[in-house]
C-alpha cells in the first residue's frame, strides 16, 4: 500500500526557507515521478514542480527562483525547500506521486499546514 | 497560464440526485483533463484522469466527458460518501493548473 506522509515545522519565520520532507512507504522513490502542490487558504491548488530520482525537474515558474527539490533514496524521502518566504506561502502543502500514465496524481500525502508569520 | 474556471462553486443535494459539475479552461487543454475529490483532512483522490477514464475503484457513477475548453464531472446518484470538493486540473501546457473547486454539501 503507497502511503505519503508531510513533515516539517508547522511556522516559519518571514525570509527563512521552508523545509518539508515526504516519506513514502510501499513504494521506491526511484521508480516514479513527484510533486509538490500546495494550496493557500481559501484558495485554489497550485503546483510547484516535479522531479524525478533521475534529476528530471520542473518547476512552476512562478516559484522557480526559490525551490530546490531533493531525494533521499536511501530512507525513501523527498524533500522542498522553499527559501525568503513570506506571508504567501502559507498553505497546506502535499507531496503526491504522479501516476504511471503522467500529469496527474494518483497518490498524495494529507497535507502539512505550513504558516509564515513572525 | 491556463486558467481553470468550474462552476458552480458549490452545490446542496439530497442522496440519489444526479450532479454535473462544469470546468471550463481559458484555452484549448485537448484531452489532458483530470477530476479528483477530496475530503477535509485527507489525501485528495484521482477519480478521473484524459478526460474519461474512470480509474481503479472508483464507482461507475462517476464520470466524466468534453473535450477543448468544457468539461463535466457527473455524479449520477449521489451517496453520502460523495459529499466532498472536487477540483479539475489540466496538464497540456506548464504550469499544470487547477480550477478552484466546487464543494458538495448535503441538502
Given at each position: 500500500?503507497?502511503?505519503?506522509?508531510?513533515?516539517?515545522?508547522?511556522l516559519?519565520?518571514?525570509?527563512?526557507?521552508?523545509?518539508?520532507?515526504?516519506?513514502?512507504?510501499?513504494?521506491?522513490?526511484?521508480?516514479?515521478?513527484?510533486?509538490?502542490?500546495?494550496?493557500?487558504?481559501?484558495?485554489?491548488?497550485?503546483?510547484?514542480?516535479?522531479?524525478?530520482y533521475?534529476?528530471?525537474?520542473?518547476?512552476?515558474?512562478?516559484?522557480k527562483?526559490r525551490?530546490?527539490?531533493?531525494?533521499?533514496?536511501?530512507?525513501?524521502?523527498?524533500?522542498?525547500?522553499?527559501?525568503?518566504?513570506?506571508?504567501?506561502?502559507?498553505?497546506?502543502y502535499?507531496?503526491?506521486?504522479?501516476?504511471?500514465?503522467?500529469?496527474?496524481?494518483?497518490?498524495?500525502?494529507?497535507?502539512?499546514?505550513?504558516?509564515?508569520?513572525? | 497560464?491556463?486558467?481553470?474556471?468550474?462552476?458552480?462553486?458549490?452545490?446542496?443535494?439530497?442522496?440519489?440526485?444526479?450532479?454535473?459539475?462544469t470546468?471550463?479552461?481559458?484555452?484549448?487543454?485537448?484531452?489532458?483533463?483530470?477530476?479528483?475529490?477530496?475530503?477535509?483532512?485527507?489525501?485528495?483522490?484521482?477519480?478521473?484522469?484524459?478526460?474519461?477514464?474512470?480509474?481503479?475503484?472508483?464507482?461507475?457513477?462517476?464520470?466524466?466527458?468534453?473535450?477543448?475548453?468544457?468539461?463535466?464531472?457527473?455524479?449520477?446518484?449521489?451517496?453520502?460518501?460523495?459529499?466532498?470538493?472536487?477540483?479539475?486540473?489540466?496538464?497540456?501546457?506548464?504550469?499544470?493548473?487547477?480550477?478552484?473547486?466546487?464543494?458538495?454539501?448535503?441538502?
Open positions: 500500500q503507497v502511503q505519503l506522509q508531510e513533515s516539517g515545522p508547522g516559519v519565520k518571514p525570509s527563512e526557507t521552508l523545509s518539508l520532507t515526504c516519506t513514502v512507504s510501499g513504494v521506491s522513490i526511484s521508480n516514479y515521478y513527484w510533486s509538490w502542490i500546495r494550496q493557500p487558504p481559501g484558495k485554489r491548488l497550485e503546483w510547484i514542480g516535479y522531479f524525478s533521475s534529476g528530471s525537474t520542473k518547476y512552476n515558474p512562478s516559484l527562483s525551490v530546490t527539490f531533493s531525494v533521499d533514496t536511501s530512507n525513501n524521502q523527498l524533500s522542498l525547500n522553499l527559501t525568503s518566504v513570506t506571508a504567501a506561502d502559507t498553505a497546506v502535499y507531496c503526491a506521486r504522479e501516476s504511471r500514465g503522467g500529469y496527474n496524481w494518483d497518490y498524495w500525502g494529507q497535507g502539512t499546514l505550513v504558516t509564515v508569520s513572525s | 497560464d491556463i486558467q481553470m474556471t468550474q462552476s458552480p462553486s458549490s452545490l446542496s443535494a439530497s442522496v440519489g440526485d444526479r450532479v454535473t459539475i470546468c471550463r479552461a481559458s484555452q484549448d487543454v485537448s484531452t489532458w483533463l483530470a477530476w479528483y475529490q477530496h475530503k477535509p483532512g485527507k489525501a485528495p483522490k484521482l477519480l478521473i484522469s484524459d478526460v474519461s477514464t474512470l480509474q481503479t475503484g472508483v464507482p461507475s457513477r462517476f464520470s466524466g466527458r468534453g473535450s477543448g475548453t468544457d468539461f463535466t464531472l457527473t455524479i449520477s446518484s449521489l451517496q453520502p460518501e460523495d459529499f466532498a470538493t472536487y477540483f479539475c486540473q489540466q496538464a497540456v501546457s506548464f504550469p499544470w493548473t487547477f480550477g478552484q473547486g466546487t464543494k458538495v454539501e448535503i441538502k
